[in-house]
Structures are given as C-alpha cells and as structure tokens.
C-alpha cells in the first residue's frame, strides 16, 4: 500500500485548499478511504470518509465545508475544503479503509506521510 498527499499550504481565513492521495498497491475501487488529521499538540482524528459507493461521512465540524471525492479510475481521493477556519490547521493523513474517532493509532501500512495545512492571517 502506497499513499501519496499533496496540496497542503499556507491559506488566509475562509480561504481553501484541495488536498489530493494518489494510491497505489491496492484494489482502490473495493477499499473505503479516509481523510484524518492532527492538530499539533493533539492526537489523530478521522475528518472523513468515502466508501467503494461513494456514501460520505464527515465529522459535525467540517460538514457543509469538505467535500471528499474519489476517481476510482485514478485511484484519487480528493478533500475540498472551504471556509479554512484556524482550527483547521493540522497536518492531513490520507488512510486505506474506513476510519472514525479520535486519539487514532497511525498505522504506516494503510496511513500516507502527510501534507501540512495552515490557516492563518
């Protein structure tokens, strides 16, 4: 399993970002992908996900401002984010399969390295 994000940066308030995870290693179209995060200081928490059907979940404090997306035909997985507000700020993990929680384990087996968001004036 490979896992690659790129797209983090540097964004003022109310500004966006689209994080993109190219995958590799794997039947993408049958596996779920999450998007999860970690706040410095703070421990890892799932964002949210899309499965093989492309049913979402998102976490009550990015709905209605993410969007995740995937290109099965790619082997894409997209996070469109709007409204960066500074609580934001974390570094975004790209995750094989299904993720929900907090104070996550970061498994590098079906965890990417990570890109770097920063929201800030």
């Known amino acids: 399993v490979q896992l690659v994000e790129s797209g983090g940066g540097s964004v003022q308030p109310g500004g966006s970002l689209r994080l993109s995870c190219e995958a590799s290693?794997?039947?993408?179209?049958?596996?779920?992908m999450t998007w999860a995060r970690q706040v410095a200081g703070k421990g890892l928490e799932s964002v949210c996900h899309?499965?093989?059907?492309?049913?979402?979940f998102y976490i009550s404090s990015v709905k209605g401002r993410f969007i995740i997306s995937r290109d099965n035909a790619n082997k894409m997985v997209y996070l469109h984010m709007t409204s960066l507000q500074h609580e934001d700020t974390a570094v975004y993990y790209c995750?094989?399969?299904?993720?929900?929680?907090?104070?996550?384990?970061?498994?590098?087996?079906?965890w990417g390295q990570g890109t770097q968001v920063t929201v800030s004036s």
């Open positions: 290693g794997f039947t993408f179209s049958n596996v779920a």
């Open positions: 899309i499965n093989n059907d492309h049913s979402t």
């Open positions: 995750v094989k399969g299904a993720i929900i929680g907090s104070n996550l384990d970061r498994d590098p087996a079906y």
